[in-house]
Nanobody, 120 residues
Framework: QVQLVESGGGLAQPGGSLRLSCAAS????????VGWYRQAPGKERELVAS???????TYADSVKGRFTISRDNARKTAYLQMNSLKPEDTAVYYC??????????????WGQGTQVTVSS
């Protein structure tokens, strides 16, 4: 069984930084592709950052240059570094890693979400 635990959310001031973590545990070999979504109140869920199995990253225009997605398979953790935060970044953030099990099968998972609030 696989468990995902997101952490790192909280309250930040405009211009501040937060680093979200998505730690995976259980019977799998490695994190393959990974994405981070967010959903603000009254808005649709949007993809803010993604990383392919090969390491290619993509960002939403609204976060480009401010957010950085990464993964560390030694720690079985994905990250979203968020700098120069703005009030409009306020949302619940979800990680979505694709995990490869020991048999080579790939399966997608969703984290439980972590609240990020940017306010002075």
């Amino acid at each position: 069984q696989v468990q995902l635990v997101e952490s790192g959310g909280g309250l930040a001031q405009p211009g501040g930084s937060l680093r979200l973590s998505c730690a995976a545990s259980g019977s799998f070999f490695r994190i393959n592709a990974v994405g981070w979504y967010r959903q603000a109140p009254g808005k649709e869920r949007e993809l803010v950052a993604s990383m392919t199995s090969g390491g290619t990253t993509t960002y939403a225009d609204s976060v480009k240059g401010r957010f950085t997605i990464s993964r560390d398979n030694a720690r079985k953790t994905a990250y979203l570094q968020m700098n120069s935060l703005k009030p409009e970044d306020t949302a619940v953030y979800y990680c979505t890693p694709d995990l490869i099990d020991l048999g080579g099968h790939e399966q997608g998972f969703w984290g439980q979400g972590t609240q990020v609030t940017v306010s002075s």
